[in-house]
């Protein structure tokens, strides 16, 4: 098939060249040209695991390309997929410029019958929208059939997950789109649900705000666990092993971040609103994500007192390992509460440093060795639950900090193997350990 995608962001870039590794012919366009630049000389401007070797192997084979202009992209496609962001507002709502924008150009540049695919995640509704937008600027008899078909990726495993995912999800009112969707789908061998289109808008929601709310439960359940001194993850294995409940996403942190939970489950919550349901378990969810990213720094000044003028060591700045995206990521939040205490911050991270130095600048110092980093440090904040990190050996920090207290936000290190240390421990929903003699560096 002759495929176009319309946006090289994370979810249009991973569809569109693993599609042409399936063996499709595609094109990717992006308003952003010096993107698709980058991309023409086989570089990904995203840190993906294996993707970049899947972007050159397709290009050099022909199977995959990329245009700054997307008629160039359209006019000959069968099926073009909606890949483009949809930010979220002020007001929490999903942003559709971008949309709105994909389908007024997709409608003037094609010139035979096409399918659209949105990949995007979209409010309940948005695809009816998306084909009034086409028809209006090329009406019939030229049909352009409008499918929903949300991504599950996970950034950091998104190739994984486009071959390896449990469900392909196909809404449309239309069963010859279906049958053609459903025919580039079939090698995958994945289970392929075929539905309405409304449901499938809902189903990509509904999934980014149940994941967002077992992470919210669990992390509620760590902080009454620390209070009653049981510990998080002897209660995440217990629950977990009943199939009703599973033991995915039970694992506590400062909070989730990233392109999607934060602007999803906002999202969701305006959805709702707009049909006059106040969606007040997602409020929540939300309401305790928030308190969560909070807590390592409230911790920090419960252990040190005032924050003024120590040096603090972040380790990790990505949402989460395996990534170089910051976006909504918890080190955001501890970062700006450290500045408004007057801390001295030295951040690691093996990949997003540059994206978070676009937030930052020089108000906070960047490093990747995390030696480096903790060099000195008053305190440590684990953030990012890295390999880099979670393998650091723990006697550096005993070595090498000025004094070895460290908030482990992603619970990287065992109780056992700190104990074995002089470490002034705190982790989530686990007993801290503080009876350790504070070697003061001398
Ligand atoms: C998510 C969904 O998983 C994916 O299906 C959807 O298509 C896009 O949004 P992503 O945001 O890339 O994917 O990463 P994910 O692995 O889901 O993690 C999201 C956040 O939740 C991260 O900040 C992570 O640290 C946090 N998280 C995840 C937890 O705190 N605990 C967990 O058990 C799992």
């Known amino acids: 098939m002759r495929i176009a995608v319309a946006g090289t962001g994370y979810v249009g870039l991973i569809t569109g060249v693993c599609l042409a590794e399936m063996g499709h012919h595609v094109v990717c366009t992006d308003i952003r040209e010096e993107k698709i630049q980058l991309l023409k000389t086989g570089r990904s401007p995203i ?33 073009i997929y909606i890949a483009v962001g949809t930010p979220e507002n002020e007001d929490g709502t999903a942003n559709l410029d971008y949309i709105h924008a994909a389908a007024y150009t997709i409608g003037v540049s094609i010139e035979k019958d096409v399918i659209v695919c949105t990949k995007s995640t979209v409010p309940v509704g948005t695809n009816e929208k998306i084909k009034e937008i086409i028809q209006s600027v090329n009406p019939p008899p030229l049909q352009a059939e409008v499918v929903s078909n949300p991504e599950f990726l996970r950034e950091g495993s998104g190739i994984i997950d486009f071959f390896n995912g449990d469900r392909i999800v196909i809404g449309t009112e239309s069963r010859e789109a279906a049958a053609i969707m459903e025919k580039i789908y079939l090698p995958l061998k994945i289970p392929i649900m075929k539905t309405d289109t409304r449901s499938a808008e809902m189903i990509k929601y509904a999934s980014n705000a149940y994941l967002a709310t077992k992470i919210s439960f669990i992390n509620e359940i760590a902080e009454i666990c620390e209070k009653v001194g049981a510990n998080i993850e002897e209660v995440a294995y217990g629950i977990g092993q009943d199939k009703r409940i599973g033991p995915h996403f039970l694992q506590t942190g400062i909070g989730y971040g990233g392109s999607c939970f934060p602007k999803d489950t906002k999202a969701l919550v305006q959805i709702a609103g707009n049909v006059k349901h106040k969606f007040e378990l997602l409020e929540s969810v939300i309401k305790v994500n928030n308190r969560q990213q909070a807590l390592a720094v409230l911790k920090a ?5 005032s924050l003024k003028g120590k040096r603090v060591a972040l380790l990790g700045l990505a949402f989460k390992p395996d ?6 990521a918890a080190s955001l939040a501890i970062v700006k509460a450290l500045l408004e205490e007057d801390a001295n911050i030295i951040a690691f991270d093996p990949a997003a440093i540059p994206n978070a130095r676009k937030v930052f600048g020089n108000t906070i110092e960047f490093t990747m060795d995390i030696n480096l980093a903790i060099e000195d440090a008053d305190i440590a904040i684990i953030a990012t639950e890295w390999d880099h ?44 350990i503080i009876d350790q003699p504070k070697r003061i560096k001398n």
Do not use: W
């Not at 000044?301 to 007192?305: R, S």
């Open 47 to 79: 840190f993906e695991p294996g993707l970049e070797p899947m972007l050159k192997q397709n290009l050099s084979n022909g199977r995959l390309d990329f245009t700054a202009n997307p008629k160039t992209a359209y006019k000959d496609a069968d099926i």
């Open 301 to 305: 000044k419960e252990i040190v007192g």
């Open 323 to 328: 990534t170089d995206d910051t976006r909504e």
């Open 389 to 432: 990190i979670k393998h650091f050996p723990l006697e550096r920090y005993t070595e090498r900090m000025k004094s070895a207290i460290i908030i482990d936000g992603r619970n990287c290190y065992s109780l056992q193997d700190i104990s074995k240390h002089p470490i002034t421990y705190f982790s989530i929903g686990r007993p801290a």
